[in-house]
């Protein structure tokens, strides 16, 4: 068989662009890491390959046992030994050679569990079996939310994992009262997170809001952050000549954006910016020649997760979110996130195939 | 089959998305375009002090101690901050700007130039420069660094608050720490009102208003990163600056003029009960409390110093008996030629008095008069009127060290000891216990609390301490027959010193031989002057008391306590508005 054209722009151009920004970005925050990170990079790259190689239909029987993996994976940190303990909470698996995030996993692991949910609940036509299968979709979502606040502590990925099956769900377009049922639950973890956090995580977000609201200054890094922003203007101090970057917690990773807006300005930003678009705009491209539900089902949560996990981390940035954990993708430092996200990419390339093919 | 409403669904999904990236740029071109962080307009007093907590705590959020004022608003007692710079050698050494560093620290700073540049080249890690600097010099220092070009590219020519701590972070890059040290306590008055302000030493034990409000002056700190602390509250005091002044001025002439052990005297608001000055002399300056040698300058004995009152506490036996309407004021009583034996005790006056009228026996302050009056009231009545007053009570204000009160009950004396007793021996009191049994008089018989503090301020809410009166101890016209009487002591008899032209005075003297624990007895040549007055003896606005302890001089209360009040009450008639 002869190589499968792509539509719209190749998803080995966008890894190309994705890759250069992050070796840019990483290298200039945290110069330490930049082997490590380029190590991973290849890594990536090997993993897409290998991933845009699989028959996504194949791989869609096995989603359930696959996720349960990473649910007891993302238990395992707890097992003494295999934990480490990061800032209070316990995120990362010791696998010896590579430290393993495995919330990260579980983003993948869930995005495929909940397309082969409701892409079988709608095949087939009985509908008791639809009722048991959304009613088992949302328990395990909710499940492994439920999991990531206890084990790790981690508000914001609970609840952007947990809006996976609000937005299958949303586009599933089952039933509007099971959709208030979603919501409900959504509400039922935000108070069990308030009922259960510190103060500490309390006041970050009600530091936010008062930051808002204009009655108080933004927290430090906020702070920071927007200062740096602002240094950076239209383009740039020059890229290396950020100064904020030594004062900014987490600059390789959580305000790696901000440090780019510095060093190479709005206009950088917005390259960056468009590239996320743009894959969208490609996403969208694909689902339209998409002949299966599945399909569509999986594109559209792959591009969700890249796309509002970005616009979250920007977010953050400029002062739009309370601070949370979650990673640039594609763009900080972190390599399970890369790996995972890249892994994603390849799935997606796999499903691209199969259209191209089918098209012809 | 791939369903079209499911198309339609996700792309609502990714147009959501889409417009928050809209609303990203929006803010990227406030904040990159028109460079409007929208943190300058932000009040940003908090987050100042967060800041400035992260610099200088190394994270623990400690509150800031409390000021003290006085009820005229001057400043007692406040906290400064000041800041410890060294220098890193091998970094300096190796600084582009090195020249430039060394020039601003050779201006700004009185250090030996050849030492530190030796220093320099041998890359010592720890160059002091300074340790003790103030802020205002530092902010030289700072401004100097960033005009001869010393700082990273990003700082203008001048810096704000929030970009202080970058600044900072970047001198320590290049080797230079400014640090902040531990709070220093200062008192900007010195020696004024310094046994009231009182100290803390390092271990944190002191005396006066400082350790008696030590929890309340301190805060309370935060261990939490988003706490802020609570912030210790000021307090006001009820002194006045200026009678402060006034009392300190007049009482170390006194200790000049007559060289006792010590001078102490008290002003007390009557109808309020405020204390508007205490002083004691030998002082000290709270700034080098431990510098002092003899520490019995720390003591405030106006309140610590426990003694035998004397004939000042006549007041008592006088106004009880006029209670009990035993006495009268025409009353004639016969004096014995100035000696009466009572159950086996001499008493002696210390001139022949015959036959006195009531009045004559406080001008002339005779012993047997008042040792007759207390026979007819009793031990148990005599007694009551003591405690009536306020003699029994262990804390009559909120300060420590205050020394515990010496009353035995009736039941427990010695038959004799009613005669003793009514001239004002067998009992211990302090200035300021004494003081106010003559406010009660002065304020038409009531007894009010004594306050050292006027209000309190705390996170802007202020408490207001407001008068309490603690019982009526006497009735209006007993207490103005008293007056009369006292009035009459300061225009005909003993303290005829502080007599002046248009104001009447009422006070009484007292000149009490001190009991010498060591010797077990009393010395004729050892004794404690008291004087307690008031004026306008009608309308009182202040009672002041002086106590004289063991003066070198020879004489009696009149000569040397007098005219300590005369020299108080002169200034306080021109500074209050008296009549």
């Given at each position: 068989m002869?190589?499968?054209r792509a539509i719209?722009?190749?998803f080995?151009?966008?890894?190309?662009f994705?890759?250069m920004?992050s070796?840019?970005?990483?290298?200039t925050?945290?110069?330490?890491?930049?082997?490590?990170?380029?190590?991973?990079?290849?890594?990536?790259?090997?993993l897409?390959?290998?991933?845009?190689?699989?028959?996504?239909?194949?791989?869609?029987?096995?989603?359930?046992?696959?996720?349960?993996?990473?649910?007891?994976?993302?238990?395992?940190?707890?097992?003494p030994?295999?934990?480490i303990?990061?800032?209070?909470?316990?995120?990362?698996?010791?696998l010896?050679?590579?430290?393993?995030?495995p919330?990260e996993l579980?983003?993948?692991?869930?995005?495929?569990?909940?397309?082969?949910v409701?892409?079988?609940?709608?095949k087939?036509?009985?509908s008791r079996?639809?009722?048991?299968n959304?009613?088992k979709?949302?328990?395990?979502?909710?499940?492994?939310?439920?999991?990531?606040?206890?084990?790790?502590?981690?508000?914001s990925?609970?609840?952007?994992i947990?809006?996976?099956?609000l937005?299958?769900y949303?586009i599933?377009?089952?039933?509007?009262?099971?959709?208030?049922?979603?919501?409900?639950?959504m509400?039922?973890?935000?108070i069990?997170f308030?009922?259960?956090?510190?103060?500490?995580r309390?006041?970050?977000i009600?530091?936010?809001?008062?930051?808002?609201?204009?009655?108080?200054?933004?927290?430090?890094?906020?702070?920071y952050?927007?200062?740096?922003?602002?240094l950076?203007?239209?383009?740039?101090?020059?890229?290396?000549g950020?100064?904020y970057k030594?004062?900014?917690?987490a600059?390789h990773?959580?305000?790696i954006?901000?440090?780019?807006?510095e060093?190479?300005?709005?206009?950088?930003?917005?390259?960056i910016?468009?590239?996320?678009?743009?894959?969208?705009?490609?996403i969208?491209?694909?689902?339209?020649?998409s002949s299966?539900?599945?399909?569509?089902?999986?594109?559209?949560?792959?591009?969700?997760?890249?796309?509002?996990?970005?616009?979250?981390?920007?977010?953050?940035?400029?002062?739009?979110f309370?601070?949370?954990g979650?990673?640039?993708?594609?763009?900080?430092?972190?390599?399970?996130?890369?790996?995972?996200?890249?892994?994603?990419?390849?799935?997606?390339?796999?499903?691209?195939?199969e259209?191209?093919?089918r098209?012809? | 089959?791939r369903s079209?409403?499911?198309?339609?669904?996700?792309?609502?999904?990714?147009?959501?998305?889409?417009?928050?990236y809209l609303?990203?740029?929006?803010r990227?071109i406030?904040?990159?375009?028109?460079?409007?962080?929208?943190i300058?307009?932000?009040?940003?007093k908090?987050?100042?002090?967060?800041?400035?907590?992260?610099l200088n705590?190394?994270r623990?959020?400690?509150?800031?101690?409390g000021n003290?004022?006085t009820?005229?608003?001057?400043l007692?007692?406040?906290?400064?901050?000041?800041?410890?710079?060294?220098?890193?050698g091998?970094?300096?050494?190796?600084?582009?700007?090195?020249h430039?560093?060394?020039?601003?620290?050779?201006?700004?700073?009185?250090?030996?130039?050849?030492?530190?540049?030796n220093?320099i080249?041998?890359?010592d890690?720890?160059i002091?420069?300074?340790r003790?600097?103030r802020?205002?010099k530092?902010?030289?220092?700072?401004?100097?660094?960033?005009?001869?070009?010393?700082?990273?590219?990003?700082?203008?020519?001048e810096?704000d608050?929030?970009?202080?701590i970058?600044?900072?972070?970047?001198?320590?890059?290049?080797?230079?720490?400014?640090?902040?040290?531990?709070p220093?306590?200062?008192?900007?008055?010195?020696k004024?009102?310094s046994?009231v302000?009182?100290?803390?030493?390092y271990?944190g034990?002191?005396?006066?208003?400082?350790a008696?409000?030590?929890?309340?002056?301190?805060?309370?700190?935060?261990?939490?990163?988003?706490?802020?602390?609570?912030?210790g509250?000021?307090?006001?005091?009820?002194?006045?600056?200026?009678?402060?002044?006034?009392v300190?001025?007049?009482i170390?002439?006194?200790?000049?003029n007559?060289?006792?052990?010590?001078?102490?005297a008290?002003v007390?608001?009557p109808?309020t009960?405020d204390?508007?000055s205490?002083?004691?002399?030998p002082?000290?300056?709270?700034?080098?409390?431990?510098?002092v040698?003899?520490?019995?300058?720390?003591?405030?004995?106006?309140?610590?110093?426990s003694?035998?009152?004397?004939?000042?506490?006549k007041?008592?036996?006088?106004?009880?008996?006029?209670?009990?309407?035993?006495?009268?004021?025409?009353?004639?009583?016969?004096c014995?030629?100035?000696?009466?034996?009572?159950?086996?005790?001499?008493?002696?006056?210390?001139?022949?008095n015959k036959?006195?009228?009531?009045?004559e026996v406080f001008e002339k302050?005779?012993?047997?008069?008042?040792?007759?009056i207390?026979?007819?009231?009793?031990k148990?009545d005599?007694?009551y009127?003591?405690?009536?007053f306020?003699?029994t009570?262990?804390?009559?204000?909120a300060?420590?060290?205050e020394?515990?009160a010496?009353v035995?009950?009736?039941?427990k004396?010695?038959?004799?000891?009613?005669?003793?007793?009514?001239?004002?021996?067998?009992?211990?009191?302090?200035l300021?216990?004494?003081t106010n049994?003559?406010?009660?008089?002065?304020n038409?018989?009531?007894?009010?609390?004594?306050?050292?503090?006027?209000?309190?301020?705390?996170?802007?809410?202020?408490?207001?301490?407001?008068?309490?009166?603690?019982?009526?101890v006497?009735?209006?016209?007993?207490?103005?027959?008293?007056?009369?009487i006292?009035?009459?002591?300061?225009?005909?008899?003993s303290?005829?010193?502080?007599?002046?032209k248009?104001?009447?005075?009422?006070?009484k003297?007292?000149?009490?031989?001190?009991?010498?624990?060591?010797?077990?007895?009393y010395?004729?040549?050892?004794?404690?002057?008291?004087?307690?007055?008031?004026?306008?003896?009608?309308?009182?606005k202040?009672?002041?008391g002086i106590m004289?302890?063991?003066?070198?001089?020879?004489?009696?209360?009149?000569?040397?306590a007098?005219?300590?009040?005369?020299?108080i009450?002169?200034?306080?008639?021109?500074?209050?508005?008296?009549?």
């Amino acid at each position: 068989m002869k190589k499968s054209r792509a539509i719209f722009i190749d998803f080995s151009i966008f890894i190309f662009f994705f890759i250069m920004i992050s070796i840019l970005a990483v290298w200039t925050t945290n110069y330490n890491y930049i082997l490590k990170h380029i190590l991973g990079l290849i890594l990536a790259i090997f993993l897409y390959y290998l991933f845009s190689k699989i028959n996504f239909q194949y791989l869609l029987k096995f989603t359930f046992p696959l996720h349960i993996v990473s649910v007891i994976l993302l238990s395992m940190v707890l097992i003494p030994g295999m934990g480490i303990t990061v800032n209070g909470a316990k995120r990362w698996l010791d696998l010896g050679i590579i430290n393993f995030q495995p919330s990260e996993l579980a983003k993948l692991t869930l995005i495929l569990y909940l397309t082969s949910v409701f892409y079988s609940s709608i095949k087939r036509k009985n509908s008791r079996r639809n009722i048991y299968n959304s009613r088992k979709a949302f328990f395990v979502s909710f499940i492994t939310a439920f999991l990531i606040l206890i084990i790790q502590r981690d508000f914001s990925t609970a609840a952007f994992i947990f809006s996976f099956y609000l937005v299958v769900y949303f586009i599933a377009n089952e039933n509007a009262v099971k959709l208030l049922w979603g919501g409900a639950s959504m509400v039922i973890l935000v108070i069990f997170f308030i009922l259960n956090s510190n103060s500490y995580r309390f006041q970050r977000i009600k530091s936010w809001i008062d930051y808002l609201a204009g009655n108080t200054e933004p927290v430090l890094q906020l702070k920071y952050s927007l200062l740096s922003l602002s240094l950076g203007g239209k383009f740039g101090v020059g890229y290396g000549g950020g100064e904020y970057k030594e004062y900014l917690p987490a600059s390789h990773t959580d305000f790696i954006f901000s440090v780019m807006g510095e060093e190479l300005g709005f206009v950088f930003l917005l390259f960056i910016m468009s590239l996320y678009v743009l894959l969208m705009y490609k996403i969208i491209r694909i689902i339209k020649k998409s002949s299966y539900d599945y399909e569509l089902y999986f594109l559209f949560l792959g591009g969700y997760l890249i796309t509002a996990q970005a616009a979250i981390n920007m977010g953050v940035t400029v002062g739009l979110f309370p601070i949370t954990g979650l990673t640039l993708p594609f763009i900080s430092y972190g390599r399970t996130s890369f790996l995972i996200f890249m892994a994603l990419m390849g799935l997606m390339r796999s499903v691209e195939k199969e259209i191209v093919r089918r098209s012809f | 089959m791939r369903s079209k409403q499911k198309f339609k669904y996700g792309l609502i999904i990714y147009g959501l998305i889409i417009s928050f990236y809209l609303i990203i740029i929006f803010r990227l071109i406030h904040i990159q375009v028109f460079g409007d962080t929208e943190i300058s307009k932000v009040d940003g007093k908090i987050y100042k002090q967060v800041i400035e907590n992260e610099l200088n705590t190394n994270r623990i959020f400690k509150p800031i101690r409390g000021n003290i004022y006085t009820r005229n608003n001057k400043l007692l007692a406040t906290t400064v901050y000041r800041y410890k710079i060294f220098i890193d050698g091998s970094k300096i050494k190796n600084s582009d700007d090195k020249h430039e560093i060394m020039n601003v620290l050779f201006n700004n700073f009185k250090i030996d130039q050849q030492k530190i540049r030796n220093k320099i080249k041998r890359e010592d890690k720890y160059i002091i420069i300074g340790r003790r600097v103030r802020d205002k010099k530092i902010k030289d220092f700072l401004k100097n660094l960033i005009a001869n070009g010393v700082k990273p590219s990003f700082i203008k020519n001048e810096i704000d608050e929030s970009e202080l701590i970058i600044f900072q972070k970047y001198l320590k890059k290049i080797g230079i720490h400014c640090n902040k040290n531990d709070p220093v306590r200062v008192y900007p008055m010195g020696k004024l009102g310094s046994h009231v302000v009182g100290y803390l030493n390092y271990a944190g034990q002191g005396i006066g208003i400082e350790a008696e409000f030590d929890e309340f002056l301190e805060g309370e700190k935060s261990s939490d990163l988003n706490d802020l602390p609570l912030d210790g509250g000021d307090i006001y005091l009820t002194i006045d600056s200026n009678i402060q002044y006034f009392v300190e001025k007049a009482i170390k002439k006194g200790y000049k003029n007559y060289q006792p052990n010590a001078v102490s005297a008290v002003v007390l608001n009557p109808k309020t009960g405020d204390i508007l000055s205490m002083a004691n002399y030998p002082t000290y300056d709270p700034n080098y409390f431990y510098r002092v040698k003899d520490s019995s300058s720390l003591i405030n004995k106006a309140i610590a110093h426990s003694f035998e009152p004397g004939s000042t506490f006549k007041l008592v036996t006088l106004s009880g008996a006029f209670e009990e309407k035993l006495i009268s004021k025409n009353m004639q009583i016969d004096c014995n030629n100035g000696v009466i034996k009572y159950e086996g005790e001499t008493i002696r006056d210390t001139l022949n008095n015959k036959i006195l009228s009531l009045s004559e026996v406080f001008e002339k302050s005779s012993n047997v008069g008042a040792v007759k009056i207390a026979d007819m009231m009793g031990k148990e009545d005599l007694y009551y009127y003591t405690k009536l007053f306020g003699f029994t009570e262990n804390k009559t204000v909120a300060l420590s060290n205050e020394s515990k009160a010496y009353v035995r009950s009736p039941d427990k004396w010695a038959p004799s000891e009613l005669a003793n007793f009514s001239i004002g021996y067998g009992l211990a009191t302090n200035l300021l216990r004494l003081t106010n049994s003559y406010a009660v008089v002065a304020n038409s018989g009531k007894l009010m609390e004594t306050h050292i503090i006027s209000k309190i301020k705390r996170n802007n809410k202020v408490s207001e301490i407001s008068p309490l009166e603690i019982r009526r101890v006497l009735d209006k016209e007993t207490a103005k027959k008293v007056t009369d009487i006292l009035v009459n002591v300061v225009d005909n008899g003993s303290a005829y010193r502080t007599r002046m032209k248009n104001l009447k005075i009422a006070g009484k003297t007292g000149t009490a031989i001190v009991f010498n624990r060591k010797e077990q007895k009393y010395k004729k040549d050892e004794y404690i002057g008291t004087f307690v007055g008031y004026f306008p003896a009608y309308n009182p606005k202040y009672v002041i008391g002086i106590m004289v302890n063991k003066p070198k001089t020879k004489g009696y209360a009149s000569k040397f306590a007098v005219p300590i009040f005369k020299e108080i009450a002169d200034d306080l008639v021109v500074y209050g508005g008296v009549e």
